[in-house]
């Protein structure tokens, strides 16, 4: 193949080409864009300057993301054409493929969830989230900052490495797409930063985590499992459905059905209390990882956390 | 004022130098002279607002970068292919055979997938190594490595094909 390689690069490099330019209105549209940004920068700078570092335990926060302000419009070609749509990404969460173009390390977990106004995830040694508007999309661009981190040593140097290349990819992150399921991060200039493959709540069965809540230290075989606006599962007293509706990450649940059976009176009484809160949810996010989390919450603040079988 | 003349100075110069070899690269990709002109006129107006930072040893790679986005966003707009429409002319009347041969390459290229496009343009007229093209697509390397066997394959069978009908 070389000598055919060396006549395609002859060829390309060879002859010039010749595709006008018109200076002058790329000069005009380039002051009018460097206008615009000053404005975005001097607004989102009040953010920046809110954002405290804050550093208390090793395992508690240890490093603050300043918020980036997003990049202002510029013509584009993909402007001129019929775009399409821009999905939205709260309520989404994504496992890392690759980052700044290398490959994630086998064994090892990088992720992100979008929440309506927040983000949070893991870079494979500490995880990370934000308070509220840590997250904003307009379009396909994105905003992520006022975020904290866990400061913890990791052994590993590969995941160090992983982990330091994900923390620069969230500070330079300004926009994104998605591309055959696939989210990319991108930077100002377009470049892509990091690629993710969605991670699906659906299509999985969830077992309420027995190490945590209510029933910390039993296992009383409450599951739960959800596809598209169905969610059914093992009340510990009988099998149960729902109809789901998902709005970002705004759950709520309708329609809860339980097929009782016969069951001892503890059983029957759990069952009930995790009927009673399944109802009352307002909220759910996924953590994917090594140990995929799924997080439902209701109004009250009261927590269902399931595990990943 | 005095700092923005400045910027238009020094991107102004940036232009003439780089801008042939820009305009050849938004032409492979794009496989349309309309298109080609816009893409590059879209890219030099970013790069121009990122010009304090670019500016002037990164500029050419940062204008690059852009210019395959803008052609990955613009892809995705039209959810297929490019037809290849009249290359740009010459500024001379006369044409080569190796004029002849570019713009064989040229229609032959636009009827890639623009992925594969991509890589060959990149690897071949910035002569990028796997690596780097790898880095800046945001694709693995076997993807990368498979996109230019794949292109030049596509390439090679109908250059060839052209050749044999010319005969």
Same mark, same amino acid.
């Given at each position: 193949? &070389?000598?055919? *390689?060396?006549?395609?690069?002859?060829?390309?490099?060879?002859?010039p080409v *010749?595709?006008?330019?018109?200076l002058?209105?790329?000069?005009?549209?380039?002051?009018?864009?460097?206008?615009?940004r +000053?404005?975005?920068w001097?607004?989102?700078?009040?953010t920046?300057?809110? !954002?405290v570092? @804050?550093?208390?335990?090793p395992?508690?926060i240890?490093?603050?993301?300043?918020?980036?302000? %997003?990049?202002?419009d510029?013509?584009?070609?993909a402007a001129?054409?019929t775009a399409?749509p821009?999905p939205?990404?709260?309520?989404?969460a994504?496992?890392?493929?690759?980052?700044?173009g290398?490959p994630?390390?086998t064994?090892t977990?990088?992720?992100?969830t979008?929440e309506?106004?927040r983000v949070a995830?893991g870079d #494979?040694?500490?995880?990370f989230g934000?308070s509220?508007?840590?997250?904003?999309?307009?379009g396909?661009?994105?905003?992520?900052g006022?975020?904290?981190?866990t400061?913890?040593?990791?052994?590993?140097a !590969?995941?160090?490495?992983?982990?330091?290349?994900f923390g620069?990819v969230?500070?330079?992150?300004? &926009?994104?797409r998605?591309?055959?399921? /696939?989210?990319?991060?991108?930077?100002?200039?377009g470049?892509?930063?990091?690629?993710?493959?969605?991670?699906r709540?659906?299509g999985r069965?969830?077992?309420?985590d027995?190490a945590?809540g209510?029933?910390?230290?039993?296992?009383?075989?409450?599951t739960?499992a959800v596809?598209g606006?169905?969610?059914?599962? &093992?009340?510990?007293?009988?099998s =149960?459905?729902?109809?789901l509706t998902r709005?970002? @990450?705004?759950?709520?649940?309708?329609?809860?059905?339980?097929e009782?059976i016969?069951c001892?009176y503890?059983?029957?009484?759990?069952?009930?209390?995790?009927?009673?809160r399944?109802?009352?949810?307002?909220? #759910?996010?996924a953590?994917?990882?090594? &140990?995929p989390v799924?997080?439902l919450?209701?109004?009250?603040?009261?927590?269902?956390?399931f595990l990943?079988? | 004022?005095a700092?923005?003349?400045?910027?238009?100075?020094e991107?102004?110069a940036?232009?003439?130098?780089?801008?042939?070899?820009l305009g050849r690269?938004?032409?492979?990709l794009?496989?349309?002279r309309?298109?080609a002109?816009?893409l590059l006129?879209?890219t030099?107006v970013?790069? =121009?607002?990122?010009?304090?930072?670019?500016?002037?040893?990164g500029?050419?790679? =940062?204008?690059?970068?852009?210019m395959?986005?803008?052609d990955?966003?613009?892809?995705r707009? /039209?959810?297929?292919?490019?037809?290849?429409?009249e290359?740009?002319?010459?500024?001379?009347?006369d044409r080569s055979?190796?004029?002849?041969? /570019?713009?064989?390459l040229?229609?032959?290229?636009?009827t890639?997938? #623009? +992925?594969?496009?991509?890589?060959?343009?990149?690897?071949y007229?910035?002569d990028?190594?796997?690596?780097?093209?790898?880095v800046?697509?945001?694709?693995?390397l076997g993807?990368?490595? @498979?996109?230019?066997? /794949? #292109?030049l394959?596509?390439?090679? %069978?109908?250059?060839?094909?052209?050749e044999?009908?010319? +005969?």
């Amino acid at each position: 193949m &070389n000598g055919f *390689e060396d006549e395609v690069r002859t060829l390309m490099q060879a002859d010039p080409v *010749e595709v006008p330019v018109d200076l002058d209105a790329v000069l005009d549209g380039g002051r009018e864009a460097v206008r615009g940004r +000053r404005l975005g920068w001097t607004v989102a700078g009040l953010t920046v300057g809110a !954002v405290v570092a @804050s550093i208390v335990t090793p395992i508690l926060i240890a490093q603050t993301i300043p918020a980036v302000p %997003a990049p202002v419009d510029t013509p584009t070609v993909a402007a001129t054409a019929t775009a399409a749509p821009v999905p939205r990404l709260a309520g989404t969460a994504w496992t890392a493929e690759e980052v700044r173009g290398v490959p994630v390390a086998t064994g090892t977990s990088i992720s992100i969830t979008f929440e309506d106004g927040r983000v949070a995830g893991g870079d #494979g040694c500490n995880s990370f989230g934000g308070s509220t508007n840590s997250f904003t999309q307009d379009g396909d661009r994105i905003s992520l900052g006022n975020m904290t981190m866990t400061l913890k040593l990791c052994d590993d140097a !590969v995941v160090m490495t992983q982990a330091k290349a994900f923390g620069e990819v969230l500070k330079a992150t300004t &926009n994104f797409r998605v591309d055959d399921g /696939r989210l990319v991060l991108l930077d100002t200039a377009g470049t892509p930063l990091a690629t993710f493959a969605e991670f699906r709540v659906d299509g999985r069965t969830w077992s309420l985590d027995p190490a945590t809540g209510k029933w910390a230290g039993q296992d009383p075989g409450l599951t739960l499992a959800v596809e598209g606006t169905t969610v059914s599962g &093992n009340s510990g007293c009988g099998s =149960y459905t729902a109809t789901l509706t998902r709005e970002g @990450s705004r759950w709520s649940i309708s329609n809860l059905t339980n097929e009782p059976i016969s069951c001892p009176y503890e059983a029957g009484r759990r069952s009930g209390v995790f009927l009673a809160r399944l109802a009352k949810i307002s909220f #759910g996010t996924a953590l994917p990882g090594p &140990n995929p989390v799924l997080l439902l919450r209701t109004a009250a603040g009261s927590e269902l956390r399931f595990l990943s079988r | 004022m005095a700092q923005d003349s400045g910027r238009d100075a020094e991107f102004t110069a940036f232009v003439a130098g780089a801008s042939a070899t820009l305009g050849r690269t938004a032409w492979l990709l794009t496989g349309d002279r309309d298109a080609a002109a816009e893409l590059l006129q879209a890219t030099l107006v970013k790069t =121009y607002v990122a010009w304090p930072r670019v500016r002037p040893d990164g500029a050419a790679a =940062y204008a690059r970068r852009v210019m395959v986005n803008l052609d990955i966003d613009a892809h995705r707009a /039209r959810h297929g292919t490019v037809a290849m429409a009249e290359p740009p002319e010459r500024a001379t009347a006369d044409r080569s055979a190796a004029v002849d041969e /570019r713009e064989r390459l040229g229609r032959v290229l636009a009827t890639l997938p #623009g +992925r594969q496009r991509r890589v060959v343009v990149l690897r071949y007229l910035h002569d990028l190594s796997e690596h780097d093209v790898a880095v800046e697509l945001g694709l693995p390397l076997g993807t990368v490595k @498979s996109s230019a066997a /794949r #292109g030049l394959a596509a390439l090679r %069978a109908a250059l060839g094909q052209e050749e044999e009908s010319h +005969r």
